[in-house]
């Protein structure tokens, strides 16, 4: 068999999704007839509820706590008002026009300054408080989850298609039955409309796309074990036993990092790019879950990750990296910086916004995440975990503005893909792009370093101790 017929058999085999026979065959089979567009919707607006109530009881208590009646209280006081809040938004949105002129200017900002507002009165309330002090913990905790997809929810409003809509439909997203993180995956209603499945064919499609996102998981994780044992030699990991306890013994960068006497230079820097395969196989395969999971529902939608590792550019493994969490940033910060302030100074603009987007929101993110920490108002603890990531936001936010002012320069160039030079240019970039991001991860890496220990490995990188 020729080298192409191999690359054939592989093609269709990894792209079956795409295989024409396959999808006439399932176009026609009954569940793809069955579930229409409405009946999918209906489905999810119906396991909306209990996704959003399993998600209070689960934020609320360990499950096995749940023997006393007063836990159960909690819960269930906090899921009315979660859903009132909800839909308090959605007849904002949906009269977004109407709204006074402060609030139309900054339609974000009322939600956050609720969850403040919340988090200062708990701070201020005694710990003995009982059952008000516990209901009042868990709205506060789960509030982050839905200010970022209310986000996408004001976002229509404002650009008026909320008018036409339905709440059930944005409840869908809201309290999501496919499970996802603070970032909402697949966006709002506006994205997942557009991305939409309205016909046999088109969900047969969808189906199998998702399907082949779910059997990636699978190949993820499977990869994610094979590294755990062939490579850092995890003890845990059951592979490592059936091939006789053999590895390479290579220790991951937070060890490394936290004593750097575990491993010489160049394991130190090959354990550095090995952490950013690792993450890169753990993002892609948790994605990949959701993502997968919204595809067989007839959602479309883009991949969560896409092929981050042959990003050229720092701008552009953002984008294949972390795609719904990049498009948050975007939508809510970069956006409208750019469209409102430094019109007149261009290169300015563009590092406002990039600086809005990659060093304030994501900073900002990352602080709503600690939501736990904060409710405890452990102030010490969060400095410790938060401190390095100022640094890394900076960094980044730095990394990606130098990343689009040179693209810009590029636009218009064409180059010849197929020379050695451009073969060897390419995989230049591509390295620099692995030692920037594996860099980065210095000063995110789950460590319990401060910032000085970072710096301080940070140069012992380079043989500066």
């Not at 209280?73 to 949105?93: E, K, Q, R, T, W």
Request: net charge positive.
């Amino acid at each position: 068999m020729t080298i192409k017929a191999c690359q054939s058999a592989f093609r269709s085999v990894s792209q079956f999704h795409e295989n024409e026979r396959l999808i006439g065959w399932l176009k026609s089979r009954p569940p793809v007839l069955y579930f229409t567009p409405e009946r999918r919707r209906s489905i999810l607006f119906f396991g909306a509820f209990a996704a959003g109530m399993i998600a209070l009881f689960h934020r609320n208590a360990p499950w096995k706590a749940y023997v006393d009646p007063e836990i159960w209280l909690v819960p269930l006081i906090n899921f009315p008002l979660f859903l009132g809040l909800i839909y308090l938004v959605y007849l904002a949105a949906k009269r977004f026009r109407k709204l006074p002129a402060a609030i139309r200017r900054r339609p974000h900002l009322p939600l956050h300054l609720l969850f403040w507002a919340a988090m200062t009165v708990l701070w201020l309330t005694p710990s003995d408080a009982g059952l008000w002090r516990q209901a009042l913990v868990l709205f506060t905790v789960s509030l982050p989850y839905l200010l970022w997809r209310l986000g996408y929810l004001i976002l229509s409003g404002q650009r008026g298609k909320a008018a036409a809509s339905r709440f059930r439909d944005h409840l869908i997203y809201l309290w999501p039955l496919w499970g996802g993180t603070n970032t909402p995956f697949g966006k709002g209603l506006d994205y997942l409309s557009r991305c939409e499945a309205k016909t046999p064919e088109a969900y047969a499609r969808s189906v199998l796309a998702g399907t082949k996102l779910l059997l990636l998981v699978l190949l993820w994780e499977a990869a994610k074990l094979v590294m755990g044992a062939a490579i850092y030699g995890d003890p845990k990991n059951p592979l490592l036993s059936q091939w006789g306890g053999y590895s390479l013994a290579i220790p991951r960068l937070k060890y490394v990092a936290a004593d750097n006497s575990l491993a010489s230079l160049p394991v130190t820097w090959l354990s550095l790019y090995l952490e950013l395969i690792w993450e890169t196989l753990d993002v892609a395969a948790n994605g990949h879950g959701f993502i997968g999971g919204l595809r067989l529902f007839g959602f479309n939608v883009f991949r969560n990750t896409y092929k981050p590792l042959l990003a050229e550019s720092t701008i552009d493994y953002w984008s294949r990296y972390y795609y719904y969490f990049k498009e948050l940033m975007f939508e809510l910060f970069f956006f409208p910086t750019y469209l409102r302030y430094f019109k007149a100074y261009p290169k300015f603009r563009m590092f406002a916004s990039v600086f809005a987007a990659a060093f304030v929101g994501n900073m900002y993110y990352h602080v709503l995440r600690e939501k736990n920490g904060l409710a405890a108002g452990q102030f010490r603890r969060l400095w410790r975990r938060l401190g390095p990531r100022i640094w890394y936001c900076l960094i980044f936010a730095l990394g990606i503005f130098i990343s689009m002012l040179h693209q810009q320069k590029r636009e218009g160039k064409t180059e010849t893909a197929n020379t050695a030079r451009e073969k060897l240019s390419k995989l230049g970039r591509i390295a620099w792009v692995w030692t920037y991001f594996g860099l980065l991860n210095v000063w995110s890496s789950a460590v319990s370093l401060p910032v000085a220990g970072r710096v301080r490995f940070f140069f012992s990188l380079f043989g500066l101790r």
